[in-house]
């Protein structure tokens, strides 16, 4: 019985062993390595960028929405108005717009909409914000607006930071792989002639 190539032998190291640094792996590639180097920047990039993006952004915000609160509350005031008419009552109780007027601190009467309940009469007293030129505006943003602005724009940058990572690492994954497998497909195309060529005997 013969054994199909060549022998196993044992023997010293060869020079190219000798010289190899401790612990290193022959069949490691090039993309390997930098593959591994990749993953550590990647994971500093998510780690250290993605709590700095959604602080920073979600403060931004923040600041931003309560510059506005403070426009917004110098700029609006509540008056009491009163119904010119009454509103009619149905089955749906969703607020509906109503002219309503009031006057103004200077004595002149003003006349706007406001949404009222269904069903409140003609002459009741209804609480509108109305801004420096007398026109009935939204009520101006609270403090609580501008926190749920910057916490919802700092979660949007820590996902947009998580997902900018993953697609960084996933895309070089798939260009790696892609010349992996080339070169793969190379080395195949030369050896497997004399590969199986040694079952052809």
């Not at 390997?32 to 990749?38: G, P, V, Y």
């Not at 010119?84 to 007027?101: E, F």
């Not at 026109?135 to 940058?157: C, H, K, Q």
Request: with cysteine; net charge positive.
């Amino acid at each position: 019985m013969s054994a199909q190539g060549p022998p196993y032998t044992s023997g010293p190291p060869s020079p190219r062993d000798a010289h190899a640094p401790k612990g290193a792996n022959p069949l490691k590639r090039v993309s390997d390595t930098f593959e591994c180097w990749l993953r550590r920047v990647l994971t500093v990039v998510l780690v250290l960028g993605l709590p700095a993006a959604a602080i920073s952004a979600g403060l931004t915000a923040y600041e931003a929405s309560m510059g506005t609160v403070r426009v917004q509350r110098a700029e609006r005031h509540q008056v009491t108005a009163r119904l010119t008419a009454s509103v009619r009552s149905d089955d749906d109780w969703a607020k509906r717009a109503a002219r309503v007027h009031w006057t103004d601190g200077k004595g002149v009467t003003r006349t706007g909409a406001a949404l009222v309940k269904p069903g409140t009469p003609e002459g009741a007293p209804v609480r509108v914000w109305v801004n420096r030129d007398g026109t009935v505006v939204a009520p101006p943003m609270s403090t609580l607006n501008a926190r749920t602005s910057g916490w919802f724009v700092g979660v949007m940058a820590a996902f947009g930071v998580a997902v900018g990572t993953y697609g960084a690492w996933a895309g070089t994954r798939l260009v790696l792989d892609r010349r992996r497998y080339a070169r793969w497909d190379a080395e195949w195309d030369l050896v497997e002639p004399q590969w199986s060529g040694r079952f052809r005997r």
